[in-house]
């Protein structure tokens, strides 16, 4: 077995073992009903802190995982997943109920750890291969655990609390696999090997030390260099225009769509008391799992023109989905919910798939975990201004509906702006033509 396979592998055990938790669809009816919460107080009191923790120490975990060379950081992950399946089981009342949130705040943004991880461990040319074998590990981790929570909870086999336990063995597991993930010894910007480093065309600041310099650099010199180097990388992504869009499409649409998935469940809640009809929570997120990764991986084997046509589709997306969002806040019947979210959620994990091969091809490899989560940033940046002002109890806290009146106009805006793109494309590109003439 070669080494990057070894690496994969338990990249991949991690990754799917921390994404199996069947308690995750029945999160929300699991702590109305057997922690006594009531909705208002998880929806404007719990869940936002989550947000504002992941926003919070983004910017320092992405640091810190590159100062710390990846594996700590993702054991840390594990033992935050830990230490919020241990509180959602074992603690009561609303103060063990905000520090799960925060522990979960920081289990989502250690997350990016896992996602570079591979870019300082593994040969650039093993690059798409690893990626592609730890995206798929974590969705296939999503389905079975959506497929087996739904079986568990339709057949009387589990109640919500022995899913939670069920769910807290796997992050177990998880944390003990990431233990063994492969020590790395340099990093993108701390760590760096300079004596290769062409993306680059060498360290910023006339820095010309080979990786030897390394081991003679102060923490702040380190700090200093690491800045240059991810200024330089910023800088070069973003002045790509076409990188660009892609990117403003990936920020203002990923700040939505975590904010939806985030607070779905309890709009769910509120369209229960008008059906006498199962939960299916599980098997709605086993289907669009399942849609996603087919249609994902579909798009990656059919060659189509995005440089043209990504504008009018981005554009097109964007308008369904608002539309989805708006036929949630208003049905009151749970399947055509279900429906409406299984087309959001998939359009989007679709169009993100694209968004992230379009942006990829467009900077150096070096810079993938950079930009990816310098996009997820903003989003998240986004998502925290939404949170306070449409769900904390400090701010709007609208109800369910009315907060997906707010999601479905927001895509409608998005959708809006992209057709403007679009129209300064197609002027720009006509009146190329009539110069050319």
Known sequence: MEKWHLISLVLCTFGFFKEFRPSEPFVTEYLIDFKNFTKETIVQVAYPISTYTYFGTLPIVFLVTDFMRYKAVIIIEGLAFVGTYILLLFGNGIHSLRILEILYGIASSTEVAYYTYIYAKVDKETYKKVTSHTYTALLVGNFIAAIVSQLLVSADLMDYEQLTYLTLGSVTIALIVACFLPSVKQ???FHRNTDNDQPLEGPPDGDEGGSKENLTLSLGQKIKRAYGYLWKDCKKAYSDAYVLKWS????????CYIQVTSYVQPLYEEIYPS?????????????HTFLSAGLALGVGYVSLPWRKWGEPFLCLMSFIQGAALIV???THEIFVAYACYIVFRTFYQVMITVASAEVAQGISQDSYGLIFGMNRFIALTIQTILTFAVA???GFSLNERDQFVVYGT???LLGILFAVVTLLTLCKCTRREERNA
């Open 392 to 394: 904390d109890e400090n």
């Open 248 to 255: 403003i499409w990936w920020a203002i649409s990923s700040a």
């Open 275 to 287: 059906t006498d009809e199962e939960i299916y929570n599980g098997g709605v997120d086993a289907v």
């Open 328 to 330: 949630m806040s208003q």
């Open 410 to 412: 927001y895509f409608g």
């Open 187 to 189: 990093s993108v910007y």
